[in-house]
Nanobody, 120 residues
Framework: QVQLVESGGGLVQAGGSLRLSCAAS????????MGWFRQAPGKEREFVARIRGSTIYADSVKGRFTISRDNAKNTVYLHMNGLKPEDTAVYYC????????????????WGQGTQVTVSS
């Protein structure tokens, strides 16, 4: 069983930066795929980024966002630079031990979400 708790969201002006954190329970953190999704009001949840050994990003955030992990702290981060109003959403941390589930988008474990609002 994995528990995920996000933090670091807030209000930022366009062009600014935020770093989101996700604290995960368990000693098997390093073996799990970790990632971030986001959902804006009235829109479907969309994939943002994921990491295990390597990293993968959605085209919309590539070059602006960086996902990283600190296995000693059981924590995954999403460093967001050059934020745009269209980045406004609730950001969810996700985890799953199975690549097949990750590819399907059916991640097993989800955090509660943290709000990111980018103003113009």
């Amino acid at each position: 069983q994995v528990q995920l708790v996000e933090s670091g969201g807030g209000l930022v002006q366009a062009g600014g930066s935020l770093r989101l954190s996700c604290a995960a329970s368990g000693r098997t953190f390093s073996t799990y795929h970790m990632g971030w999704f986001r959902q804006a009001p009235g829109k479907e949840r969309e994939f943002v980024a994921r990491i295990r050994g390597s990293t993968i990003y959605a085209d919309s955030v590539k070059g602006r966002f960086t996902i990283s992990r600190d296995n000693a702290k059981n924590t995954v981060y999403l460093h967001m630079n050059g934020l745009k109003p269209e980045d406004t959403a609730v950001y969810y941390c996700v985890a799953d031990p199975s690549l097949s589930m990750v590819v399907r988008g059916t991640w097993t474990y989800w955090g509660q979400g943290t709000q990111v609002t980018v103003s113009s």
